[in-house]
């Protein structure tokens, strides 16, 4: 549970080591507020930038933001919050949200990385790109339609339908769903300048609430790997060249930055999921409890 008491209280927590993570926190509570006109259980919700361990403790739920992966993952490494990260994510399987850098982080496997340059928290059976569409100077932006979203409007908020104006910025993309099985990070390991995350194996208490499935395509964007140079078209799965946002229980990430936006449906979205998450962890912690 966070650091509030009571069944309705939820305490997010956004990694504050490096990165966009103040604009998260302020769509975080534009979110909360809209959520506030249409839930039926009225949340109290807390929002708090996380730098140490304590304070990773204290949350039902975590966003890693966009900025530099490598400079989060140094900093995380300083500060020895490297293994409370991976425990969050991975054996205690929290929700947990990575933007950008935070996919990359999230990801069980990366590439266009120089071995050693790179420590990865996995939580995702995905490979990414890094940089994948180029320099930051070829930043752009795109109209995504995110039919998750339709389920994100809230009273005096009925945009569900429009397109989502989302900022891509030195993006990574998703170039491959790995298996889900035991020791899927081994194979991709041996591959030219590729990192990849230590396996860690989920608490068996909360794998009775989480049903581990494969990695659920969330986002798409349309057209771009046309455009990508031939020689990284070579480096990509056929079927998964262009994916931008992916799921695997709990953990999601998108390649790009909703955080950059004043658009709060992602966020309105994701604290959807993190009630329903939470609600499920304290149920069964309660079952536990009484047997």
């Known amino acids: 549970m966070g650091s509030q008491e009571g069944s309705s209280a939820i305490t997010i927590g956004v990694l504050a080591l490096q990165g966009a993570f103040n604009e998260h926190v302020q769509l975080l509570r534009e979110a909360a507020q809209i959520l506030a006109t249409k839930d039926i259980i009225q949340r109290t ?141 081994t194979g991709q390991a041996s591959l030219d300048e590729t990192v990849t995350a230590p396996s860690r194996t989920i608490d068996e208490n909360v794998a009775k609430g989480i049903k581990l499935a494969d990695v659920e395509i969330m986002a798409t964007l349309p057209g771009r790997a046309a455009a990508v140079q031939d020689d990284k078209k070579e480096k990509l799965d056929a079927e998964a060249g262009d994916i931008i946002a992916v799921r695997q229980a709990n953990v999601f990430g998108t390649s790009f930055h909703p955080e950059l936006t004043g658009d709060p449906r992602i966020h309105v979205w994701w604290l959807e999921q993190v009630s329903e998450a939470v609600d499920r962890r304290r149920a069964l912690a309660a079952e536990t409890a009484e047997s």
């Open 45 to 185: 919700w807390t929002f708090k930038e996380i730098r140490n361990k304590p304070e990773l403790d204290s949350c039902d739920a975590l966003i890693i933001p966009g900025g530099e992966s490598t400079a989060i993952s140094l900093v995380a490494q300083r500060c020895n919050m490297l293994e409370p990260l991976r425990d969050f994510v991975k054996v205690i399987r929290k929700p947990t949200w990575g933007t950008c850098a935070g996919l990359i982080l999230l990801a069980e496997a990366a590439n266009a990385t120089k071995k050693g340059g790179q420590e990865l928290i996995g939580g995702l059976d995905v490979r990414v790109n890094r940089n994948h569409f180029g320099r930051q100077i070829e930043s752009f932006q795109a109209d995504l339609n995110l039919p998750f979203l339709q389920q994100a409007d809230g009273k005096d908020f009925d945009t569900s339908q429009k397109p989502f104006r989302a900022i891509f910025i030195r993006a990574p993309i998703v170039e491959k769903v790995l298996p889900h099985v035991s020791g899927a990070q």
